[in-house]
């Protein structure tokens, strides 16, 4: 099939994409706009990597075609710093020492976003749950719960 | 969410090898159509002209898998998400209309049909991560004909009827009839299921399901149970529904189960006779989730915390 039109906007910025319909939105993040701070890990849904979120929805970017982003507004990791300026989540990762390879962390942090914006201040199990879908062979998760309750803490004001 | 044994190559081989080949040099996806139809009628159309493997299309969760690990090739993808009705959630004089292309997360949101079948929301929680309930619908969650899928034992405990449109009209379907072994169906080619209607519930009823998994979340059942009952002023058991998931070849519905509750106090000899009841109509597999031993047992066990949890609800 010929490849289709697609119209998105991609962390604030409108951009006009010719998709075949057999390419994931990973793929064209990664491969067609060199975005590639999102990662790919299991392709299937279970490991979070991808995590990016259409329309304020967080999902697996795996699991969505390209062209279902035309109309929408994608958000990835690229857009949650401002500049050189930190988003508090990526701060107390780094501060807390919530990563290791490093691989997992684009997911867990546009996840952790996201999960804010919903719920500023969550609990611990909260955050297990909410988490539940990013996985990290590294961490042991421990300190990314820390990180997200710290930035927390700090994104209230309290 | 499908977990399914099979090739899994590292994603990194097909990168700059846009979909022509992969590095063993077998052919892949080059010509998938995608459409996205704005009315059921076109969407039936467009699956009753196309010849080759055509797939509906709604939150991807599994479709995206399956075409990841190779296990299918669609010609045609027919996503049904600009389908109005399919993406409804309405009340109607105390039933709802579910449309099957509304998100786990959408329903999550709709506080008051969370209070209102809070049993099926009990399934619909339990279905992948918050990314997959973000995307997978619960007419998908029927569609793949899991046994073990989250959603459909409490939808067939709240007796839901699926609308379907094909070629040939429109009719509707038992909950319980439309899954008929793992990853088939009931539905004829080139069938859509558009949406769910779930009946008006009377006072002092109420419906919970339970999944039993080694971990908490992002896990396949072992064994499921939905339960819908219904208690006269009394707190007599007048009607109840009994679902159990991956225990069988399909999603069940069990007479005796519920036959056991009905007339009763559901008090410690219904939920013995209970309990008897579901462990007697299980028939399902040995697998690395649990044996056929272990999972009959289970199932007696959680048809009676289900139960409490459901009796807990219509009291209340």
Redesign the interface.
Known sequence: ?AK?YVNTTINGDSHELLC?????LL?VL??QLDMTGTK?G?????C?AC?VT?DG????S????G??ANGKSIDTIEGMADGDDLHPLQQKFIDHIALQCGICTPGLLV?SK??LEENPDPTEEEIR??L???LCRCTGYHKVIEAVQDAAREMRGA | ?V?VDGP?RP?VI???I??TENVNGEA???????EAPETLDAAVGLLAEESGVARV?A???DV??Q???DLIEPDL?V?VKNIAEMREVVEEDGSWRIGAAV?G?ELMDNAAFNAAWPGVMDGVRLI?????R??ATVGGNLCNASPAADSVPPMIAADAVASVIGPNGRRDVSMADIVTGPGQTSLEDGEIVVSFRLPKRPANSGDAYLRFTPR???DIAVVGCGINLMLDDGGTCTAARVSLGAVAARPLLVDDAANALIGTKVGDDAMEALAAAASAACSPIDDKRGTIEYRTEVAGVLAQRTAVIALERAKS
């Open positions: 099939m289709q075949d319909p057999t390419q994931t793929d990664r491969d790919e299991c392709g299937t849904g279970d979070g995590s259409m929805v967080l999902v697996c795996c699991l969505v075609m062209v279902e996840a996201a999960l749950y909410w539940a879908g990013n | 969410m977990r899994v994603s097909y990168k700059d846009p979909f892949t996806l080059t010509d998938m159509r995608y299309f939150g991807g969760t995206m898998v075409i990841h690990l993808i996503d998100t997360k992948g991560s918050v990314q997959v973000g995307r908490s979340e992002m």
